[in-house]
């Protein structure tokens, strides 16, 4: 789902479409069970962002940042509204991704292969590089200057912008992007002990003394070599931090269930009946299901109806990718009639939710022509060789419209060419026939986040 933001650069919503579904997505399905579960959890969950450890840094980073820019607020007025740092936003982000580059460096350091950050493995690369290695000497307050390639969007805090604004960490105003007080209140609390208190006041002075009050001549970006900043002390308080054991503790435990909206309403009913099946294999298709008939809560309803169709529309997609597809041959019909004739699909009780109260217009859109695809077919006297031309050709419109090759096409005489296909195993195979559901809204991030608060391996 799209989410409206009104902020700029520094705040703006993750913008998962750097990843292009064209190479993941041949059906233009992931707008719609995104959308459902975007009003769900409210814009607080996406895949990418699924690691409590990087929710809690980021956190942190921001705890320490808020509190140095309250503090030395002369020292931020002297540095902004003029070149390089032309408003707050260009100052903020930039010393995030300073902090993150501070705490890469720190763990690679560490050469400890059960602790890791996004960017310690580029950094590592950069400095088998010959050429590269000097692009890594300095470390900037620039939030163009990652280690990561665009890491403002990849990094710890880039990845988790969308979520903490939903969640109302960062305020929407640029102007005054920490003016919830109650969060830095509780996150206070929760960085006053060890270890969090000892990194929290080397880089306290870190920032006071070096970045806000830097020497950098103006309208320079501040900047310091990497052995002027990092310290043996510092390294080793930063890269403490990563221990799983400091996650797991009441204070962090309860900031983040109420901040993620997990006591309450839809979102709280899921993860209540995920905890009930919390194995190393969690059904999330009984726990939707479940979760629905205890609470019949709408939003759920509304993936309870919607999902057999996407599945079925999902699986159908995939046989006809497979190696071996040359045309609509009796194997190929025999597998989609299986499919058309034995669901759980309910027209009408689609129907019903297709309203943006549920889900949003563009969703709503392709629903409707799915919807129409499959009840034509199942009214067609050839029923499978009618849902096959019409996939393909609506295929077709999904890629055109994003400027994708197809990865299938069907010529005028039904011959059809594949172009990026499926090996179609045995045990593949079943799995296409089998009614399981593709998708679980969310419940893996669900998942991988609580068992980073108990300390269990994701």
């Not at 580059?101 to 400095?127: E, F, H, M, W």
């Not at 307050?141 to 280690?147: A, E, H, L, W």
């Not at 045995?426 to 593709?438: E, G, M, R």
């Amino acid at each position: 789902m799209k989410f409206e933001n009104k902020l700029d650069a520094i705040f703006t919503d993750y913008d998962e479409s750097i990843f292009s579904d064209g190479s993941i997505d041949p059906m233009g399905l992931r707008i719609i069970w995104t959308s459902i579960g975007s009003k769900i959890f409210h814009n607080k969950l996406n895949t990418i962002s699924t690691d409590i450890k990087l929710y809690t840094l980021n956190l942190f980073h921001h705890y320490i940042l808020q509190k140095c820019i309250r503090e030395e607020e002369d020292s931020v007025n002297r540095l902004i509204r003029k070149k390089p740092y032309f408003n707050k936003s260009d100052l903020f982000e930039g010393l995030i991704i300073f902090l993150e580059n501070v705490l890469i460096n720190a763990t690679y350091n560490q050469r400890d292969s059960s602790i890791s950050v996004p960017g310690v493995n580029k950094l590592g690369n950069l400095k088998n590089n010959e050429s590269k290695r000097g692009t890594i000497e300095k470390i900037s307050v620039n939030r163009d200057k990652g280690i990561l390639v665009r890491q403002y969007l990849l990094g710890i805090h880039g990845r988790h912008k969308g979520p903490f604004v939903q969640m109302g960490v960062f305020s929407e105003n640029t102007e005054d992007i920490y003016f919830n007080t109650e969060v830095w209140k509780d996150a206070a609390n929760i960085f006053k002990d060890s270890p969090w208190k000892e990194a929290d006041e080397l880089l306290t002075d870190l920032i006071k003394n070096k970045l806000l009050n830097s020497n950098t001549k103006p309208g320079a970006f501040i900047e310091y070599k990497v052995e002027e900043i990092l310290t043996q002390n510092l390294s080793n308080k930063y890269v403490a931090l990563l221990k799983k054991e400091n996650y797991v503790n009441n204070k962090i435990k309860t900031f983040w269930l109420n901040r993620l909206g997990l006591n309450s309403d839809a979102a709280g009913v899921l993860y209540k009946n995920y905890l009930t099946q919390n194995t190393n294999d969690t059904n999330f298709q009984k726990v939707l299901v479940d979760a629905y008939n205890e609470s019949k809560n709408p939003y759920l309803g509304a993936i309870n109806a919607i999902e057999p169709l996407l599945t079925l529309i999902d699986k159908c997609i995939n046989r006809i990718l497979s190696s071996a597809t040359l045309k609509i041959e009796d194997e190929l019909k025999v597998f989609i009639e299986g499919w058309l004739n034995k669901n759980d699909v309910n027209i009408a009780t689609i129907k019903s939710f297709l309203t943006v109260h549920y889900i949003n217009q563009e969703a709503i859109n392709r629903l409707v022509r799915l919807l129409e695809i499959y009840s034509n077919a199942i009214q067609s006297k050839d029923s499978a060789e009618h849902f096959i031309i019409n996939l393909i050709k609506y295929h077709q419109d999904i890629m055109k419209s994003r400027g994708n090759l197809n990865w299938v096409s069907i010529g005028a005489d039904n011959k059809i060419s594949v172009h990026k296909s499926n090996y179609i195993s045995d045990p593949y195979l079943a799995y296409l026939k089998s009614k399981s559901w593709v998708n679980s809204y969310y419940l893996p991030t669900v998942a991988s986040l609580h068992k980073g608060l108990i300390n269990e391996a994701a």
